[in-house]
């Protein structure tokens, strides 16, 4: 069983930039597909982003194709997401996810694993 923790948010100006890090335990990391997910106040939670395991695949929600990017360095056990020129709106807890199942995922209930989440607040 894997054990997530997320950490890198907090608050940014909207144009700005930040580097989301989840750091796996428990597991043999690179054995898990991860997701990227996240939560807006009163809003269900949405994907963000997935990578395979190699790192090779990755895929993108259309609202962050070309600003966000995710990768992966299976030495560190780590997965990170990094985000470009945010928006108020992309506000929200993100979090962390790992799936043993094969595909890369965009539905939560696909995900195995789950971190504890991590704020991030874009101001306007």
């Known amino acids: 069983q894997v054990q997530l923790v997320e950490s890198g948010g907090g608050l940014v100006q909207a144009g700005g930039s930040l580097r989301l890090s989840c750091a796996a335990s428990?597991?043999?990391?690179?054995?898990?597909?991860m997701g990227w997910f996240r939560q807006a106040p009163g809003k269900e939670r949405e994907f963000v982003a997935a990578?395979?395991?190699?790192?090779?695949?990755?895929y993108y929600a259309d609202s962050v194709k070309g600003r966000f990017s995710i990768y992966r360095d299976n030495a560190k056990n780590t997965v990170y997401l990094q985000m470009n020129s945010l928006k108020p709106e992309e506000t929200g807890i993100y979090y962390c996810?790992?799936?043993?199942?094969?595909?890369?995922?965009?539905?939560?209930?696909?995900?195995?694993?789950w971190g504890q989440g991590t704020q991030v607040t874009v101001s306007s």
């Open positions: 996810a790992a799936t043993s199942a094969v595909g890369l995922f965009t539905i939560p209930g696909r995900y195995n694993y």
């Open positions: 990578i395979n395991r190699s790192g090779r695949r990755t």
């Open positions: 428990g597991g043999t990391f690179s054995s898990y597909r």
